[in-house]
């Protein structure tokens, strides 16, 4: 009887970045390691596969309601490794500095001096699979014709991971949940020329991911769990079409 629309489906995608890091040397450096560079070389893989599925309801006639639901699958693997390399020229150039000659350590027998590169570490391996599956619900009810008020709650999910450097290699991180709560009325005034629309927002996560430039966790640029945080707040937005080629908007919150 038209009272029910729903909509299903399916996606799948396969991300591969690729990323070589190199690291920068001065030959003005107080370091013994001024002339020795470090190319870190990272490979991940991402597989994604979801599945979801939503329904929306109208229970009176004034009255609607939103079920949804999503499952996802993200299959993650890595490589990666390091080579040292001994820029000749710039340790050169350090002594013209009057710096001490430059020393650098070795890898298995092998020294980056003499013998230009070595390989500093060996390629890592791993692989880890995240899934989750993610409600969402939604009330809505029309006071007027001009004014609907409406309440959902739903939950998100990102998956966990590890960081692609070899200092940072045993740092990973896991994955990160919220759920997510609205209160909100969207409505119309002088024949439709104005809208205002009002939302209130509550946020609750769950080991919220961040990337950090500096941390006691992690020697590089990384991301880490910080545990549980919850984000709440107020927005309005405001819409006036004043002339037919004049349309002012604002918005606090």
Same mark, same amino acid.
């Given at each position: 009887?038209?009272?029910?629309? *729903?909509?299903?489906?399916?996606?799948?995608?396969?991300?591969?970045?690729?990323?070589?890091? +190199?690291?920068?040397? /001065?030959?003005?450096? !107080?370091?013994?390691?001024?002339? %020795?560079? %470090?190319?870190?070389?990272?490979?991940?893989?991402?597989?994604?596969?979801?599945?979801?599925?939503?329904?929306?309801?109208? $229970?009176?006639?004034?009255?609607?309601?939103?079920?949804?639901?999503?499952?996802?699958?993200?299959?993650?693997?890595?490589?990666?490794?390091?080579?040292? +390399? *001994?820029?000749?020229? @710039?340790?050169?150039?350090?002594?013209?500095?009057?710096?001490?000659? @430059? #020393?650098?350590?070795?890898?298995?027998?092998?020294?980056?001096?003499?013998?230009?590169?070595? $390989?500093?570490?060996?390629?890592?391996?791993?692989?880890?699979?995240?899934?989750?599956?993610?409600?969402?619900?939604?009330?809505?009810? /029309? %006071? #007027?014709?001009?004014?609907? +008020?409406?309440?959902?709650?739903?939950?998100?999910?990102?998956?966990?991971?590890?960081?692609?450097?070899?200092?940072?290699? &045993? !740092?990973?991180?896991?994955?990160?949940? %919220? *759920?997510?709560?609205?209160?909100?009325?969207?409505?119309?005034?002088?024949?439709?020329? $104005?809208?205002?629309?009002?939302?209130?927002?509550?946020?609750?996560? #769950? =080991?919220?991911?961040?990337?950090?430039?500096?941390?006691? =966790?992690?020697?590089?640029?990384? !991301?880490? &769990?910080?545990?549980?945080?919850? +984000?709440?707040?107020?927005?309005?937005? $405001?819409?006036?079409?004043?002339?037919?080629?004049?349309?002012?908007?604002?918005?606090?919150?």
């Amino acid at each position: 009887d038209g009272r029910l629309d *729903w909509v299903g489906g399916f996606f799948f995608s396969v991300e591969e970045p690729f990323s070589i890091d +190199i690291d920068d040397r /001065d030959a003005r450096s !107080t370091t013994s390691r001024g002339a %020795l560079i %470090l190319n870190d070389t990272a490979h991940q893989k991402t597989k994604s596969l979801g599945v979801y599925f939503q329904a929306d309801f109208q $229970v009176l006639e004034k009255l609607g309601a939103t079920l949804g639901a999503r499952y996802s699958r993200d299959e993650k693997s890595y490589t990666l490794s390091q080579v040292a +390399i *001994w820029d000749a020229a @710039l340790a050169a150039e350090a002594l013209t500095y009057g710096r001490p000659a @430059l #020393t650098a350590p070795t890898y298995n027998g092998c020294s980056p001096i003499t013998s230009g590169q070595c $390989v500093s570490q060996a390629p890592i391996n791993g692989r880890d699979t995240f899934a989750s599956f993610t409600p969402r619900f939604a009330l809505t009810y /029309d %006071l #007027t014709d001009d004014v609907m +008020i409406y309440a959902s709650a739903s939950k998100g999910f990102k998956s966990g991971g590890t960081n692609d450097s070899v200092a940072d290699i &045993n !740092t990973p991180f896991s994955p990160e949940e %919220l *759920w997510a709560y609205e209160l909100g009325a969207r409505t119309k005034f002088f024949n439709d020329r $104005v809208q205002v629309n009002a939302t209130y927002f509550k946020s609750d996560y #769950t =080991n919220k991911q961040v990337t950090v430039a500096a941390s006691p =966790n992690c020697a590089n640029r990384c !991301t880490e &769990n910080i545990g549980d945080a919850k +984000i709440d707040g107020l927005e309005v937005d $405001v819409l006036a079409q004043v002339t037919r080629g004049l349309q002012l908007s604002a918005s606090v919150g």
